[in-house]
């Protein structure tokens, strides 16, 4: 034992004698030059974890030559990535922290992708697919701008992680490399729901100037999160929910539905009947079985009930809905006016209540729904909320080159046209005011009427056959026939039936009907399959405005379409009367020749102008009065 202590204590004076001689030099050594010649060479890359030279490419990118968009101010807190133009399907280098809580992805999961993995909901898109879930117009227009190595800017509706989807404005700038060849591609994002206010000034080549500055906030919280009570802002609400509406709606089967159907055949004299029980449930009944989403919103946009038709047209189980928000799968740019809709509707609780807006099913992309309801008040409790019922609203779409291809065959002698939308069993849904140019009623007596009555006999089989042509097989069918106006007599029309949308079966049927020559023959003229037209394209659809995945609302597309009809309609009148523009252009310039003055008392600010002694608005309002008085006294 007295050995081991000795060599013991031995070891630990000769460790600390090796301690003292390694961490103090002789006072020889500090008193000498260090020669810097033997120094090792200093360390280079060590503050960056990246290893990405990005204040040289954000030099590059304010310092290229020729720039045909203006950023504004660009730094590291702004919202973009780097891709490398030189590596295979242009991967991202670089991404920047404000783009990570912008779009709730990591760095690690955005490094090494493509960028179009922000078009999906899953972040899953194959490159050369047509997206399902975004304007595949502005992806054409993205990936043509790159092909040719240019500067561009859209707006694309892109998702978060989680499927929260937001209209991004993007701005892709390519850096070129010393041998003139792109070397990398920097895309900035802003999203326009969030911070509009960003866009700084639209220039005159109709980019945007952008404050990227203002895009580096928060993710925001109202993400579908699967289930009610997983998203912890929803917690506080959740407790004072409606134990009514947070219900779950039932899985009946078809005993329930039978049980439930024989208990209406019930003896009211039976003391045991229970008249509130049994409408309880028959309202359940009807609750789970019907076909449309019926839901229940507060009035700040959160589900408070939704029934099991969820599952069949929106692809979302009731529970995933619940307690979420309706902008986790309302359209970016119908959430604005949808909400302003529902908050409007408390001032006036006995109005009934109509949204119309888009909204992203689950796999399937987004559709155009229609929602009718009412405000409902909760007297016991004092709260409000909205019982809304909503449909699937199929929009047109047809394609231009059908179109003009018809217009091509067809006898141009008539001219005066009308529009249907019909049935696949030919009934009349909506007809366009021009049908009394043609056969002289009125669009309200001709629609919920068969097109049936309004044919010859020999004309019914010929109909039958276009329409048949449209519903199965989705091509285009003209037929030649006459049909029956206003004065009891037929005349020769052509009429051209069309496929309603790009369905496999389209729920209604599109028909041009247009004056013909009276020596036309009443055939089916041609049937042309849909496959053997010209394949569809981004900009085929004549009704593009209507997609769903356009980046805008429809009330604005439909302010923009009224302003541009108001155009064509001016200058039609400015061709037609070109002397009716040339007096009215006179008499403005007149009114406009100076500011007035009243010749009698030089008044400027009279509110009306009147004749005087020497013509037309020479005295103010005053003076003429009582110059047109002296005139009658005369």
């Known amino acids: 034992m007295m050995n081991n202590s000795i060599s013991m204590d031995t070891t630990m004076t000769a460790t600390a004698t090796t301690t003292l001689t390694t961490t103090s030099p002789p006072p020889s050594m500090l008193s000498k030059d260090i020669n810097p010649s033997i120094m090792s060479p200093p360390l280079a890359g060590v503050y960056s974890n990246t290893g990405f030279d990005m204040i040289n490419i954000l030099s590059r990118l304010m310092n290229r030559p020729n720039p045909q968009i203006q950023l504004g101010p660009i730094d590291l807190s702004c919202s973009f990535v780097v891709s490398d133009a030189r590596q295979y399907d242009c991967p991202v280098i670089y991404c920047s922290p404000a783009f990570e809580r912008l779009t709730g992805y990591t760095n690690n999961e955005i490094v090494g992708k493509n960028c179009r993995f922000l078009q999906s909901p899953d972040g899953q898109v194959t490159c050369g697919s047509r997206r399902q879930h975004t304007d595949n117009q502005a992806v054409y227009h993205l990936k043509a701008q790159l092909n040719q190595g240019k500067e561009h800017q859209a707006s694309i509706i892109n998702y978060r992680k989680g499927?929260?989807?937001?209209?991004?404005?993007?701005?892709?700038?390519?850096?070129?490399?010393?041998?003139?060849?792109?070397?990398?591609?920097?895309?900035?994002?802003?999203d326009l729901v969030e911070q509009p206010n960003s866009i700084l000034e639209k220039m005159k080549d109709g980019t945007y100037l952008i404050n990227y500055h203002q895009s580096t906030s928060v993710l925001p919280s109202h993400r579908l999160t699967g289930a009610a009570g997983n998203d912890s802002n929803l917690l506080g609400f959740e407790s004072s929910m409606d134990d009514y509406f947070r219900e779950i709606p039932s899985s009946n089967t078809a005993t329930d539905i039978i049980s439930l159907l024989d208990a209406t055949r019930i003896d009211y004299d039976d003391p045991g009947f229970n008249e509130q029980q049994i409408q309880k449930e028959w309202n359940q009944l009807l609750l789970d079985q019907s076909c449309d989403f019926i839901h229940v919103l507060s009035l700040k946009g959160v589900f408070l009930y939704v029934s099991n038709s969820s599952a069949s047209m929106l692809e979302y189980e009731p529970e995933e809905l619940l307690g979420n928000s309706l902008s986790s799968i309302c359209h970016p740019s119908d959430i604005i006016p949808v909400m302003r809709e529902i908050k409007e509707a408390t001032s006036n609780p006995d109005k009934m209540i109509n949204l119309l807006f888009r909204i992203r099913r689950k796999l399937s992309g987004y559709m155009w729904i229609d929602c009718r309801g009412k405000l409902h008040m909760d007297q016991s409790k004092g709260r409000k909320c909205l019982v809304m019922s909503g449909r699937e609203r199929p929009v047109y779409r047809l394609s231009r080159h059908q179109v003009m291809h018809q217009q091509g065959e067809e006898d141009e002698e008539g001219g005066a046209e009308y529009w249907a939308k019909l049935s696949l069993a030919g009934l009349y849904l909506h007809v366009t005011s021009t049908c009394k140019d043609v056969v002289g009623f009125t669009n309200d007596s001709l629609e919920q009427e068969s097109i049936y009555q309004y044919v010859e006999n020999d004309s019914i089989?010929?109909?039958?056959?276009?329409?048949?042509?449209?519903?199965?097989?989705?091509?285009?069918?003209?037929?030649?026939?006459?049909?029956?106006?206003?004065?009891?007599?037929?005349?020769?029309?052509?009429?051209?039936?069309?496929?309603?949308?790009?369905?496999?079966?389209?729920?209604?049927?599109?028909?041009?009907?247009?004056?013909?020559?009276?020596?036309?023959?009443?055939?089916?003229?041609?049937?042309?399959?849909?496959?053997?037209?010209?394949?569809?394209?981004?900009?085929?659809?004549?009704?593009?405005?209507?997609?769903?995945?356009?980046?805008?609302?429809?009330?604005?597309?439909?302010?923009?379409?009224?302003?541009?009809?108001?155009?064509?309609?001016?200058?039609?009148?400015?061709?037609?009367?070109?002397?009716?523009?040339?007096?009215?252009?006179?008499?403005?310039?007149?009114?406009?020749?100076?500011?007035?003055?009243?010749?009698?008392?030089?008044?400027?600010?009279?509110?009306?102008?009147?004749?005087?002694?020497?013509?037309?608005?020479?005295?103010?309002?005053?003076?003429?009065?009582?110059?047109?008085?002296?005139?009658?006294?005369?």
């Open 163 to 190: 499927g929260q989807p937001f209209v991004n404005l993007v701005t892709v700038i390519p850096i070129l490399g010393d041998n003139g060849q792109v070397d990398y591609f920097v895309g900035l994002q802003v």
């Open 461 to 634: 089989t010929e109909i039958t056959k276009a329409l048949e042509v449209v519903k199965k097989v989705r091509g285009v069918a003209t037929v030649s026939h006459t049909i029956l106006n206003s004065k009891g007599s037929y005349v020769p029309v052509t009429s051209t039936f069309y496929s309603g949308d790009n369905s496999n079966q389209p729920p209604f049927v599109l028909l041009q009907v247009k004056l013909a020559s009276a020596t036309q023959p009443l055939t089916l003229n041609n049937y042309i399959p849909a496959q053997h037209l010209s394949p569809n394209s981004v900009n085929d659809n004549l009704f593009a405005e209507l997609e769903s995945s356009r980046t805008t609302n429809w009330q604005y597309e439909l302010h923009q379409l009224q302003q541009s009809n108001k155009r064509l309609r001016d200058q039609l009148d400015k061709y037609n009367n070109p002397n009716k523009q040339r007096r009215k252009k006179k008499t403005k310039y007149n009114d406009h020749d100076g500011p007035k003055m009243c010749a009698k008392c030089q008044r400027k600010d009279s509110p009306e102008w009147r004749r005087g002694p020497h013509g037309p608005k020479e005295l103010c309002n005053a003076c003429g009065l009582r110059y047109a008085k002296s005139l009658i006294h005369k």
